[in-house]
């Protein structure tokens, strides 16, 4: 039985303070909820979130993390400095990442293995453009992220891997994939950890959808079979969009 996996990307939003803020509200919200949830805020908000959910079963984490141990990287955060924070989980390869910032593949590759490496837990995101799902790309894109990100990680590691769907036509631009689309997304996304390990393993991979996921749609995509939890931008930003989200089963 998967356990849904909601997660809330700041991504570059909110200060320390408003951030902390926002973190306490949830926790105090969240108290005794069954939901597993997870919030990534940016880096400099770190340190105040951890303090604001301290108590709480609130993950915080990274939103991206380098695949060196330290060194001459500037503006790069390390798996030691997360860890001395407590952070041990990191969002990596999300399409922001990919898109804005060109990391390839390889590179997400040589993250994940070293926040695996490091003990940390990872949520890989995967997701199309607009242009591969037209031309009929989507299985071959899901295909090449998948089997290079996972590239060298072993069976039992898969444990701390958590996927995220999430098509790029459908982050902030308020287009949602329907419930259909997403859990068919999902079914190939399973069937290729089936592949690359056993069924076992892809029944109990959690796979998250994201893009534009919000209060009105969460319901019908958490109804789908292969859709285990989202990965939500703009909506969780304030307590009152993403608290239903959470309780989508309410
Ligand atoms: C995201 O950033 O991962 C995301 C899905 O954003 P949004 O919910 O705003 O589309």
Redesign the pocket.
């Known amino acids: 039985m998967r356990k849904p996996y909601i997660a809330g ?1 700041w ?1 570059m939003n909110l200060t320390p303070s408003q951030a902390a803020k926002l973190a306490k509200e949830l926790a105090e919200a969240l108290k005794g909820s069954t939901t597993k949830v997870m919030i990534a805020p940016s880096f400099v908000s770190i340190p105040a979130v951890m303090k604001a959910v301290k108590g709480s079963d609130i993950i915080v984490a990274a939103q991206n993390m380098n695949d060196h141990e330290n060194g001459a990287f500037t503006g790069e955060v390390s798996a030691e400095q997360l860890l001395d924070l407590g952070v041990k989980d990191v969002i990596l390869g ?1 399409s922001e990442r990919r898109h804005i910032y060109g990391e390839s593949n390889e590179l997400i590759n040589a993250k994940v293995l070293f926040a695996l490496k490091n003990g940390m837990n990872v949520d890989l995101c995967v997701g199309e453009t607009l242009d591969e799902r037209e031309s009929g790309n989507l299985e071959k894109v899901l295909t090449d992220q998948i089997s290079i990100g996972l590239k060298g990680v072993g069976k039992e590691a898969m444990e701390h891997i958590t996927i995220a769907y ?1 098509p790029v036509w ?3 631009t308020g287009k949602t994939a329907t419930p259909e689309d997403a859990d068919a997304a999902h079914a190939i996304i399973r069937g290729l950890i089936e592949k690359l390990y056993d069924k076992s393993v892809a029944e109990d991979l959690i796979i998250q959808y ?4 919000k209060a009105s749609n969460v319901k019908a995509l958490m109804a789908k079979e292969n859709i285990d939890g989202a ?5 969780s930003l304030s307590t009152e969009k993403f608290l239903p989200i959470v309780q989508f089963d309410k």
């Open positions: 990307n991504k999300h999430e459908a982050i902030g994201g893009g534009s996921v990965l939500v931008g703009g909506a």
